[in-house]
């Protein structure tokens, strides 16, 4: 059916946005590392992690309009925890973002591999063995970071905790800065939220990529250490790798929950409006019953005969008018016309109905 051939359409849609958001965002970003590991270019940590975030705001600049972009499992799950999105799309969400991630991780093994080489052979490293890390940590990531710590070790859940813990906050500020309630970011300033977002990974990456390389996404992990597990580093290459998806799987809906029910609960509070609050919208004090402009439009003669029909036959009201007649509110039996207000006047419960009647 013509349903079903839409509903195809936009899970291709969803599916492409996903797995081509997730392939440049882990690119560029294991691309960086690749980079600053066997050249050297990059001086220091901050300049891998300001390609990382400018790379995640590109990803989702590139395919934000086909599937939200959320590029990491991570997120996924955090948003359908938090029933913000269905629990049917969880499996193609995930399915993409992780192919995603393993087409970029021989992408990188492929233009990289001789350049790989000649480092492990100046560095007399042998391909599989534990030292290896030093080079398999283009892909995947380890504990404590291979560059900056290695041998030394670390406990797994210290690591894992870390983990979930920087995948929390990402998940926090991306709800804070989508959030549609946070004026602090304008409807009109949601077009620099990729922005934002990416800006925040780079924070992340900058305060722990030395204790674990920042992980923070399943795809992003898991999808090049596949690579390197199929390019020669054997049992090295998956080393590690539940951490780095336990932990964010984790993390993440843990700090959705956080975020609704702290900052979220305040936004609904500080959203609801003010009944002193002499600035309130016109459309505001219509629906509170205050009456609009086009109600003082009306004629005498068609004043009364609304103001009858809302008070003795609501329904056929309402027929008539359309959605100019009142409900009556609760309380009392009172209408909202009672009285002999206009009809679109709000009257307190228990004001005597007026005398007309059909009688």
Same mark, same amino acid.
């Not at 392939?23 to 600053?36: K, N």
């Not at 990059?42 to 086909?66: C, D, H, K, N, R």
């Not at 290459?237 to 539940?242: D, L, N, Q, R, V």
């Given at each position: 059916?013509?349903?079903?051939?839409?509903?195809?359409?936009?899970?291709?849609?969803?599916?492409?946005?996903?797995?081509?958001?997730?392939?440049?965002?882990?690119?560029?970003?294991?691309?960086?590392?690749?980079?600053?590991?066997?050249?050297? $270019?990059?001086?220091?940590?901050?300049?891998?992690?300001?390609?990382?975030?400018?790379?995640?705001?590109?990803?989702?600049?590139?395919?934000?309009?086909?599937?939200?972009?959320?590029?990491?499992?991570?997120?996924?799950?955090?948003?359908?925890?938090?029933?913000?999105? $269905?629990?049917?799309?969880?499996?193609?969400?995930?399915?993409?973002?992780?192919?995603?991630?393993?087409?970029?991780?021989?992408?990188?093994?492929?233009?990289?591999?001789?350049?790989?080489?000649?480092?492990?052979?100046?560095?007399?490293?042998?391909?599989?063995?534990?030292?290896?890390?030093?080079?398999?940590?283009?892909?995947?990531?380890?504990?404590?970071?291979?560059?900056?710590?290695?041998?030394?070790?670390?406990?797994?859940?210290?690591?894992?905790?870390?983990?979930?813990?920087?995948?929390?906050?990402?998940?926090?500020?991306?709800?804070?800065?989508?959030?549609?309630?946070?004026?602090?970011?304008?409807?009109?300033?949601?077009?620099?939220?990729?922005?934002?977002?990416?800006?925040?990974?780079?924070?992340?990456?900058?305060?722990?990529?030395?204790?674990?390389?920042?992980?923070?996404?399943?795809?992003?992990?898991?999808?090049?250490?596949?690579?390197?597990?199929?390019?020669?580093?054997?049992?090295?290459?998956?080393?590690?790798?539940?951490?780095?998806?336990?932990?964010?799987?984790?993390?993440?809906?843990?700090?959705?929950?956080?975020?609704?029910?702290?900052?979220?609960?305040?936004?609904?509070?500080?959203?609801?409006?003010?009944?002193?609050?002499?600035?309130?919208?016109?459309?505001?004090?219509?629906?509170?019953?205050?009456?609009?402009?086009?109600?003082?439009?009306?004629?005498?003669?068609?004043?009364?005969?609304?103001?009858?029909?809302?008070?003795?036959?609501?329904?056929?009201?309402?027929?008539?008018?359309?959605?100019?007649?009142?409900?009556?509110?609760?309380?009392?039996?009172?209408?909202?016309?009672?009285?002999?207000?206009?009809?679109?006047?709000?009257?307190?419960?228990?004001?005597?109905?007026?005398?007309?009647?059909?009688?």
């Amino acid at each position: 059916s013509d349903r079903d051939i839409t509903r195809m359409g936009r899970w291709v849609a969803e599916f492409c946005g996903e797995f081509f958001g997730t392939y440049l965002l882990c690119l560029f970003g294991t691309g960086s590392v690749a980079s600053a590991v066997i050249t050297g $270019s990059m001086q220091g940590l901050w300049q891998v992690a300001v390609v990382w975030g400018f790379g995640v705001a590109l990803s989702i600049y590139s395919t934000a309009s086909l599937s939200s972009a959320h590029l990491n499992p991570a997120v996924s799950l955090s948003l359908v925890a938090t029933r913000r999105m $269905s629990p049917k799309k969880l499996a193609h969400y995930v399915a993409a973002q992780m192919l995603g991630g393993i087409a970029a991780g021989f992408t990188v093994l492929l233009l990289w591999h001789p350049w790989i080489g000649d480092f492990e052979n100046d560095n007399n490293i042998e391909r599989g063995s534990p030292e290896s890390i030093k080079s398999a940590m283009i892909f995947g990531e380890y504990y404590p970071n291979p560059a900056m710590f290695y041998p030394k070790k670390m406990n797994s859940f210290y690591a894992m905790g870390i983990e979930g813990f920087g995948t929390g906050i990402l998940v926090f500020v991306i709800l804070a800065i989508t959030d549609e309630r946070n004026t602090a970011l304008p409807t009109s300033g949601k077009f620099m939220a990729p922005f934002f977002i990416g800006f925040t990974v780079t924070c992340l990456i900058s305060l722990f990529a030395p204790l674990t390389q920042a992980g923070w996404n399943p795809a992003r992990d898991f999808g090049p250490r596949f690579a390197a597990l199929v390019g020669g580093w054997g049992a090295e290459a998956m080393k590690g790798a539940w951490i780095y998806i336990v932990g964010p799987l984790i993390g993440g809906p843990v700090f959705a929950y956080l975020y609704d029910f702290t900052i979220g609960k305040c936004l609904e509070i500080v959203a609801e409006p003010n009944d002193n609050d002499e600035s309130q919208s016109e459309e505001h004090h219509r629906h509170r019953g205050h009456g609009s402009s086009r109600y003082d439009a009306l004629d005498e003669h068609e004043t009364e005969l609304r103001r009858v029909l809302s008070t003795h036959s609501p329904d056929l009201c309402t027929k008539v008018y359309g959605d100019v007649c009142c409900v009556p509110p609760e309380g009392d039996g009172a209408t909202c016309c009672a009285g002999g207000a206009p009809c679109g006047t709000a009257v307190p419960a228990g004001t005597p109905a007026p005398s007309t009647s059909f009688n």
